[in-house]
């Protein structure tokens, strides 16, 4: 049974679409499959800028080849998709089955193609790289704010202002962070206490950004990443509808 979940982040300074199967959160420890192999996948023409249709069903061809060939042998965990490049990541016991895939993507032999492998005991590609943290997972409902606009004829490219409500343990950490927030380009506003929950120290922060998805990606984690230094988190975001 797979789950996956697809998000756009950016990386090295590049748009990127993430695709990873968040089951293996629990199971690559026991499945104890601590070599990576990854798969680069880009058009033959070197001055391409995008793929073709026929190459990105070579590219799901030999996906699907590899887990049919190696199935029980390695697991598919996940990819990372720029314009004319796609990498894909397997974790296998077996680095030797690098050489069997190294022989798949020659039967590919109208995209160019990169195999390799690195023993990851710890899989840091999947865990650090392609599974989302708190700033990640925002991105997905980023993305579907901007879509809900999108279709309701918004302009997402006017700056307006953004309200983030931002939830702490307790009114220290909350207080610690408000101060701090302020030289990320954000606004200290309205702090509530509620009366339960887990986070029940509220605060209200403000910034202005628009709601093209890099931009605004970038807007969230700022305040995402600070909030998690004190156990915060982003609860709450607020923009408004402009009209195109």
């Known amino acids: ?45 070197p001055e391409a800028t995008a793929f073709s249709k026929s190459e990105e069903h070579m590219i799901a061809g030999l996906r699907h080849m590899v887990n049919t060939q190696l199935e029980g042998h390695s697991v598919y965990v996940g990819s990372i998709r720029f314009d004319a490049l796609e990498q894909l990541y397997f974790y296998t016991a077996d680095e030797t089955l690098v050489n069997h895939i190294s022989g798949i993507c020659r039967t590919f032999n109208k995209l160019a193609t990169v195999c390799g492998h690195i023993s990851e005991p710890h899989y ?15 991105s997905v409902e980023n993305a579907a704010l901007i879509q809900n606009m999108q279709k309701r004829g918004g302009d997402l490219t006017l700056v307006r202002r953004i309200e983030l409500e931002m939830a702490f343990l307790n009114r ?18 309205v702090m509530t206490i509620l009366s339960g929950g887990s986070h ?16 605004l990606n970038r807007f969230t984690a700022r305040a995402i990443n600070l909030a998690a230094k004190y156990d915060g988190l982003l609860e709450k975001l607020n923009a408004p509808f402009i009209r195109a």
């Open 172 to 189: 220290d950490d909350c207080m610690d962070f408000a101060g701090k927030i302020v030289k990320l380009g954000f606004t200290p506003d």
């Open 1 to 45: 049974m797979t789950d996956w979940l697809t998000y756009e982040w950016e990386l090295e300074g590049r748009e990127a679409t993430f695709r990873v199967d968040l089951q293996y959160w629990s199971l690559l420890p026991v499945l104890a499959y601590s070599q990576l192999i990854y798969v680069s996948c880009a058009p033959k023409n």
């Open 124 to 138: 840091a590609t999947y865990y650090r790289l392609l599974f989302p943290d708190d700033a990640k997972l925002q």
């Open 200 to 215: 029940p120290c509220r605060l209200t922060i403000y910034g202005y950004c628009t709601l093209l998805l890099p931009e």
